[in-house]
């Protein structure tokens, strides 16, 4: 049974790990269901470069590509003898003639006066007939009614008439508008022979309307059509078997031409003869060995990562939104790709953890962004570049200047990267305003500045993931923070104590890389239990000792209790975990050794419980922690040493270091030896600047008393 209990024990501990393992696995597939169903191309290439691999031939016919800059030509020539087409509505003309004909016999049935009158009453049927031969002349000529888009144009602007299926070119100076029809009616009808011919100029212009009207449909139809017949997208083919290139040739601007045809006829004929199933399995593959790389990486060097789902969650977040953001631009073309801001991921993770992290986790990005991306190893280049600027330039949110500055420096790298593959691909700076290349520096600068959303993002993170960043742990350094400016009034002494233990353990982090601004707030904040009952604690007695009046238990007790309500102080006034957890770990699990001793003095032959003598822990796990456990211990037996020698100082902190190992304080920390070693030099360089201990000198070259 015992066998079975510890089993059981054992596999529960495990289950955060498996659960994490199992989200690797997760992302993994949701990732590779994102890559393209066709074969990667093999080969790199870039105009101006040298042809590195073996003489390529062809295995296939396929057909050499225009250019675009050859296509955007012919479709310009196109559009330039293109015409619009305007439909000729052939039975408005019959209709039109019957509204004239019954408007000019109701007019004539009107009484008039007018001796002109009964010319027309005599020979109405030769007026109609005047009338409508005019109607069928203006007609045949044509009225059009212009679409917008060609009111301005010139009076040589041609348009096709499509009559019956048939189409005419016509110029537009051989047609009327409404504008243009009215005064030859008026030329033809003062020689229609007739006395009183103006009598029918009312009549014909209620009638007349364009019977030439725009159709988009039909244009838009035709100008495929002619796009397809007319527009040839190849030219040449390149045989079965035929050399593209050789071996060490230079890729010249023709045969780049050719590389990207057979880079786009390969894609499409070996996709076809090529299970799409081992495509797929190729990428979960290559999605697998990165994935668990990173895994490798974090639980090696951040072990406290991965066995938190939050923090391994978060991580994996930048993974899986990337990988979308770069699936949906190349699916939608809506947007470059390297407007897309991958520095964000190594700008926020530094925040809150470290720079390795940052950069190994951005690098992990930006590899699987490269197996979505049709860019090429150019996309992939620039983007490490930046990623590791980044995190050179020391992107830090707390100052804002600082952070402005170092944007700009990201903003000087992508320019400057992307110009130099330019040259490299292009061969001349006059050629580099044609094609993309200008597009691209405009998106680089706009991914830029998309990157200064990882300012705002930081808090929303922080309070999301619940992190603490930076900018939080300015805030909590001010002094007129509640908890602060409490500690200054109802326990000054620990205050002064506080302030010291801060400096010392911001220089020993400062030393050997860790965070010296989370341990040195966290120094301020490690004492405030104190402030329950600041005169059980020397720092802030003035003669009289509590514990005069208290037996030993009772005063243990007093003294232990400093880290329980530290805690309490903390929950209540929402200070972050990450500051909670120091308070806890600042003593561990160590006994107060000078009350216990006491009671195993007073108490020889009892059987002393040390519960009540020790701290509730638990033992630091972080650096930082274990940091600030030595730096508080040390700097309170400094102060006992009543003449402080640079001897003194050394044996006491080497005292405390040696003890601290010896009660197995430091079994759970990340803090190495090697690094302890470190922050004992720093603890007692300036613990002897503290106490102004002077350099002890050889006695050959003692300095003289008046020195």
Not at 37 to 57: I, M
Not at 71 to 98: G, M, R, W
Not at 407 to 415: G, N
Not at 510 to 521: H, P, Q, R, T, Y
Request: glycine residues 4%; charged residues 20%.
């Amino acid at each position: 049974m015992p066998v079975m209990k510890s089993f059981f024990t054992k596999l529960l501990a495990k289950i955060p790990e498996f659960t994490n393992y199992l989200l690797a696995a997760l992302v993994v597939l949701l990732i590779s269901s994102l890559f393209p169903n066709n074969v990667k191309f093999k080969y790199n290439f870039a105009k101006g470069q040298t042809w590195t691999y073996a003489d390529l031939r062809s295995p296939f016919d396929f057909p050499i590509k225009k250019t675009d800059q050859e296509i955007e030509k012919e479709i310009a020539l196109l559009d330039k003898n293109f015409h619009p087409y305007y439909v000729y509505n052939s039975e408005l003309i019959s209709q039109k003639k019957n509204d004239f004909t019954q408007l000019v016999q109701s007019k004539i049935a009107m009484p008039y006066s007018d001796s002109l009158y009964k010319d027309i009453v005599e020979n109405e049927a030769a007026y109609l007939r005047f009338g409508l031969s005019l109607i069928d002349s203006i007609y045949r000529k044509g009225i059009i009614k212009l679409d917008l888009k060609h009111l301005e144009s010139e009076s040589d602007f041609v348009i096709n008439v499509l009559e019956k299926n048939t189409s005419k070119k016509r110029p537009l100076s051989s047609l009327y508008t409404t504008r243009t029809v009215n005064q030859p009616i008026v030329d033809m009808l003062a020689d229609c022979g007739f006395k009183n011919c103006q009598f029918l100029l009312d009549p014909i212009q209620k009638v007349l309307a364009p019977n030439l009207i725009y159709s988009d449909s039909i244009t838009q139809q035709l100008y495929k059509q002619s796009l397809a017949n007319d527009i040839t997208y190849s030219r040449g083919m390149v045989k079965k078997d035929q050399v593209i290139i050789r071996r060490q040739g230079i890729i010249t601007d023709e045969i780049h031409q050719e590389l990207t045809s057979f880079k786009e006829a390969y894609k499409t004929k070996v996709t076809q003869d090529k299970s799409a199933n081992w495509i797929f399995f190729g990428y979960f593959l290559l999605t697998s060995l990165i994935m668990g790389v990173f895994v490798a990486f974090v639980k090696g060097h951040n072990p406290t990562i991965f066995r938190s789902l939050r923090q391994w969650i978060f991580l994996l977040m930048w993974l899986i939104l990337f990988s979308y953001a770069v699936y949906l631009a190349v699916k939608y073309e809506m947007i470059s790709l390297y407007v897309l801001p991958f520095c964000i991921v190594p700008i926020i993770i530094k925040n809150f953890y470290n720079a390795r992290l940052a950069l190994f986790t951005h690098i992990i990005v930006i590899l699987i962004a490269s197996f979505l991306s049709p860019l090429g190893y150019e996309f992939t280049f620039v983007q490490i570049l930046a990623g590791i600027v980044v995190v050179l330039a020391n992107v830090r949110t707390r100052y804002i200047s600082k952070f402005f500055i170092s944007i700009f420096y990201l903003f000087l790298v992508y320019q400057g990267a992307y110009l130099g593959l330019s040259l490299i691909e292009e061969g001349s700076i006059e050629r580099l305003s044609m094609g993309t290349h200008g597009f691209t520096h405009g998106w680089l600068a706009m991914n830029v500045f998309l990157t200064l959303i990882s300012y705002p993002l930081i808090p929303l993170i922080e309070k999301v993931f619940g992190f603490t960043s930076e900018i939080t742990l300015v805030e909590l350094s001010d002094m007129d923070k509640p908890l602060l400016r409490e500690l200054s009034i109802n326990a000054p002494g620990t205050l002064q104590h506080s302030l010291q233990v801060a400096n010392l353990s911001e220089a020993a982090a400062k030393e050997i890389g860790a965070n010296s601004l989370l341990v040195k707030v966290a120094a301020l904040y490690h004492d405030i239990g104190k402030m329950i009952a600041p005169l059980n604690f020397i720092e802030n007695q003035n003669g009289q000792n509590p514990h005069d009046e208290m037996d030993e238990t009772q005063s243990a007790k007093a003294i232990i209790d400093h880290v329980t309500e530290g805690v309490k102080m903390a929950k209540k006034e929402g200070l972050p975990w990450v500051i909670i957890n120091f308070i806890k770990t600042h003593h561990g699990t160590t006994r107060v050794e000078y009350f216990y001793r006491n009671y195993q003095k007073n108490n020889p032959d009892e059987t002393i419980d040390e519960s009540l003598f020790r701290y509730p822990g638990p033992n630091p796990k972080t650096k930082e922690e274990s940091i600030l456990m030595v730096a508080d211990s040390v700097e309170a037996a400094s102060k006992s040493l009543r003449n402080p020698t640079e001897q003194s100082i050394n044996d006491i902190v080497d005292k405390i270091v040696n003890s601290k190992i010896e009660n197995k304080q430091f079994v759970d920390s990340e803090l190495s030896f090697e690094e302890l070693e470190s922050c004992k030099r720093v603890f007692k360089k300036l613990l002897k600047s503290i106490h102004h201990v002077r350099i002890e000198y050889p006695e050959e070259i003692k300095p003289s008393k008046t020195e």
